[in-house]
């Protein structure tokens, strides 16, 4: 009898769970895939891998912020992960519409829309200058927030009476969306307008580790003191900027977060959309922590290949089986070492991590000959501090660096405790 129960239990709360599924998907009002804005291209991007089918990121969730945009002047910070999802009539498949299409198709007023590092269409290199420019199907201004204009002016913002943030971050601190992120918050204070945040599961949510950005070291790669890896997604980590006073003079943005359905931290998540060119499946995404030091140094990490962050290698790395010769390729027309046998190490077998692996960045110092400059002038951004290339450099080995880490990372976790939407 008990075990009868049990299964009408079950079978009650997967039947509710696919109402709701049902309801979200039929609450857009458009069955067709809408084009990606000035964006033919967008189709390379996608990963070919169905999210998890019972996380549902908050954009896709349209009933739970539409009632907010109605008849506001909306202003959006988006880029090529800003879409919506539903399900292709009578297939298990999915398509996307863009999100200022889906807005536009249920009559909210979009007015402009803010682009990141990488540029609306995602296709930018890294660090390469993202220009205005104006969307050729809707007409709407695509203004720049990376370069020299980081934060929307007062004069970008006037008329605005919302901001809606919706871009997919991968949790990492270098990562800049969230230093977008922050200025977009600080702008909106400081003009009096409302931000929405709409929130997107973190794929590398599922530890929390590194070490933590020193103030003096503050910059577009890092602005506040949280670990390399912080383990929150971007709705939560808008949340402790906010509550820890992060931002300029100590503001605060008024802020509403409207958080995944389904979602805890625990929880693997595939990215159906590179999140930016170089990071091209969650095996890249979750190796990028650790090889994104490598940016910092002369060391190839994969980019100008199809395997970007899954791999490191140097032309005077020791000759070994493994080689390869980077190209320039979408998202890196400059690839370190262009055109040259790279030796180096193959990491496309690599189990999931769940810290930052310091192996590699050790074993790339010692490889590199004396005459070669192993660290470039990022480095101290990338690791937030001086602290860990004194240390690579005075010969300390992997456990004795991540020990120093071990006091800060424990006070980090209190403070991040308390902006946890999800367990």
Known sequence: MKSLIQSKNTYLILVTELIIFLFVLTSFKSNTSINHLQNPSIDQYFLGIEDSLNIIPAADLTQSYLPFLKGKKIALVANQTSVVKFERSGTYKHSYTHL????????????KVFAP?????????????????????????????YGKHKKPGPEQLKGVELVLFDIQDVGVRFYTYISTLSYVMEACAEQGIPLIVLDRPNPNAHYVDGPILESKYSSFLGL?????????????????????LWLANGIKCELRVIPI????HDKSYSLSIRPSPNLPNDLSINLYPSLGFFEGTIIN??????????RYGAPFFPESEFKYIPQANVG??????????CFGIDLSNTSKLSKVNLEWLLDAYHKTPSDKEFFGKTFTAHAGNEKLQKQIESGMNADKIRATWTADLKKFNQIRSKYLLYP
Request: no cysteine; hydrophobic share 35%; net charge negative.
């Open 100 to 111: 200022v299409d889906t807005l536009l198709s249920l009559d909210i007023n979009i007015v």
């Open 301 to 310: 990490t994969g980019r100008g290949t199809e395997y970007q962050f899954q």
């Open 261 to 264: 359905a389904n979602y805890s």
């Open 224 to 244: 506040h003191p949280v670990p390399l890896v912080y383990g929150l997604t971007i709705g939560e980590y808008a949340q402790m900027v906010n509550g820890e």
């Open 332 to 341: 890196a027309k400059y690839p370190k070492f262009k055109g040259e046998n």
């Open 117 to 145: 590092e990488h540029g609306f269409r995602g296709q930018i290199d890294a660090g390469e200058k993202v220009a205005d420019d104006k969307d050729l199907k809707t007409g709407l201004p695509l203004l720049s927030l």
